[in-house]
């Protein structure tokens, strides 16, 4: 049993989750062991309380608790039984929309959450070891999307690889497009929202139901939790005044901000129940967020388009993803069609705008 640790996170080792460079220290360590810790007070980042999330940087320090330091078991060379299923490990591969040495990308399912949580036990996260494809290491989730959100996730295959991704999409270096339909059209066609976000708790002992509540912006600085928030859209397609296609730009990247922010103005996204409701008033014929009829009940939102400079190559990566099902299904019955807008509907030089 070791004593009281305090272990400088080196070069290299910046940019991870605490529990997940805990357990390169130290592979005996539980996961409820390292929550527990950090429950407790006793696991610190330069002085401070801290969880298994957190992300360690270079040069800081991590007070590390007594460890058991018993040797592992002897090792078992007997083939491992993957815990990806291989109806679940063809479904994720089938997704994958980009590949090279360094990243890959996939077409996000709509449904498929990108990370484990309450009650999620079937996750990108989860199922990434189908996605190693001849690399010792799984590739690592640089970004999220919404369980109900489509469309490209990025991944590093490359500790290397992550650490610069995970930089770039920090700083906004990186160009990210969503599609969505909306109720009610947009006034004015191209436009910026910038409603403060804080989170309002939910119902529940556990806080189910909990969602992000819009503050203008004068009332950001005053508002405990609250974060200033900017996105920019842009009407591509109307359905007279009932409905419309746009394209979306989360400028900052706040939980659930393009679903707040749409559903503020009074056009929440089709299918959004959370923020839209049936009830919503909009500035169409007050359809709220379901279109009825053929349309489905789902969320049309869709990560459409990401562009973001190689960490290797610096060269710049397009990625495009198609529209999930029930979009599609959408799109058709509107007669919208993706080729008649440019990847980038707010770049000048395309002339949309």
Same mark, same amino acid.
């Given at each position: 049993?070791?004593?009281?640790?305090?272990?400088?996170? @080196?070069?290299?080792?910046?940019? =991870?989750?605490?529990?997940?460079?805990?357990?390169?220290?130290?592979?005996?360590?539980?996961?409820?062991?390292?929550?527990?810790?950090?429950?407790?007070? @006793?696991?610190?980042?330069?002085?401070?309380?801290?969880?298994?999330?957190?992300?360690?940087?270079?040069?800081?320090?991590?007070?590390?608790?007594?460890?058991?330091?018993?040797?592992?078991?002897?090792?078992? %060379?007997?083939?491992?039984?993957?815990?990806?299923?291989?109806?679940?490990?063809?479904?994720? =591969?089938?997704?994958?929309?980009?590949?090279?040495?360094?990243?890959?990308?996939?077409?996000?399912?709509?449904?498929?959450?990108?990370?484990?949580?309450?009650?999620?036990?079937?996750?990108? %996260?989860?199922?990434?070891?189908?996605?190693?494809?001849?690399?010792?290491?799984?590739?690592?989730?640089?970004?999220?999307?919404?369980?109900?959100?489509?469309?490209?996730?990025?991944?590093?295959?490359?500790?290397?690889?992550?650490?610069?991704?995970?930089?770039?999409?920090?700083?906004?270096?990186?160009?990210?497009?969503?599609?969505?339909?909306?109720?009610?059209?947009?006034?004015?066609?191209?436009?910026?929202?910038?409603?403060?976000? !804080?989170?309002?708790?939910?119902?529940?002992?556990?806080?189910?139901?909990?969602?992000?509540?819009?503050?203008?912006?004068? %009332?950001?600085?005053?508002?405990?939790?609250?974060?200033?928030?900017?996105?920019?859209?842009?009407?591509?397609?109307?359905?007279?005044?009932?409905?419309?296609?746009?394209?979306?730009?989360?400028?900052?990247?706040?939980?659930?901000?393009?679903?707040?922010?749409?559903?503020?103005?009074?056009?929440?996204? !089709?299918?959004?129940?959370?923020y839209g409701g049936s009830g919503q008033e909009n500035l169409g014929d007050?359809?709220?967020?379901?279109?009825?009829?053929?349309?489905?009940?789902?969320?049309?939102?869709?990560?459409?388009?990401?562009?973001?400079?190689?960490? !290797?190559?610096?060269?710049?990566?397009?990625?495009?993803?198609?529209?999930?099902?029930?979009?599609?299904?959408?799109?058709?019955?509107?007669?919208?069609?993706?080729?008649?807008?440019?990847?980038?509907?707010?770049?000048?030089?395309?002339?949309?705008?």
């Amino acid at each position: 049993m070791s004593g009281v640790q305090t272990i400088t996170v @080196e070069a290299g080792e910046g940019d =991870q989750r605490l529990d997940r460079w805990l357990k390169r220290r130290f592979p005996l360590l539980s996961q409820i062991r390292i929550e527990k810790m950090c429950r407790k007070g @006793e696991l610190r980042i330069d002085g401070g309380r801290c969880k298994p999330a957190t992300r360690v940087e270079e040069g800081q320090h991590v007070r590390v608790p007594p460890i058991s330091d018993t040797p592992p078991p002897p090792r078992d %060379d007997r083939p491992k039984v993957s815990k990806v299923s291989d109806a679940d490990a063809k479904m994720i =591969q089938s997704c994958v929309i980009y590949r090279d040495e360094h990243i890959l990308a996939i077409n996000k399912p709509a449904g498929l959450p990108s990370q484990g949580g309450s009650k999620q036990t079937r996750h990108v %996260d989860g199922l990434v070891e189908a996605l190693k494809f001849g690399y010792d290491e799984k590739p690592r989730l640089v970004h999220r999307l919404d369980k109900d959100t489509s469309g490209v996730l990025l991944l590093a295959r490359t500790r290397q690889a992550a650490h610069q991704l995970s930089e770039a999409l920090r700083h906004r270096e990186t160009r990210k497009i969503y599609w969505a339909a909306v109720a009610g059209v947009p006034i004015p066609n191209v436009g910026s929202i910038k409603y403060g976000l !804080v989170k309002a708790g939910g119902h529940g002992a556990r806080g189910e139901g909990e969602k992000m509540q819009c503050i203008h912006p004068r %009332d950001v600085q005053h508002t405990e939790g609250a974060k200033r928030a900017h996105s920019d859209y842009v009407v591509l397609s109307k359905l007279a005044s009932r409905g419309a296609w746009v394209a979306l730009v989360p400028v900052t990247g706040r939980t659930h901000q393009l679903r707040a922010h749409m559903a503020e103005i009074g056009h929440p996204i !089709v299918g959004d129940g959370k923020y839209g409701g049936s009830g919503q008033e909009n500035l169409g014929d007050g359809w709220g967020a379901q279109f009825g009829g053929i349309i489905s009940k789902k969320l049309h939102l869709h990560a459409r388009y990401l562009e973001f400079q190689h960490p !290797v190559t610096k060269k710049t990566v397009s990625i495009v993803a198609s529209l999930p099902e029930h979009m599609a299904q959408t799109w058709s019955t509107f007669q919208w069609d993706g080729e008649d807008v440019p990847n980038d509907p707010f770049d000048p030089e395309e002339g949309f705008v």
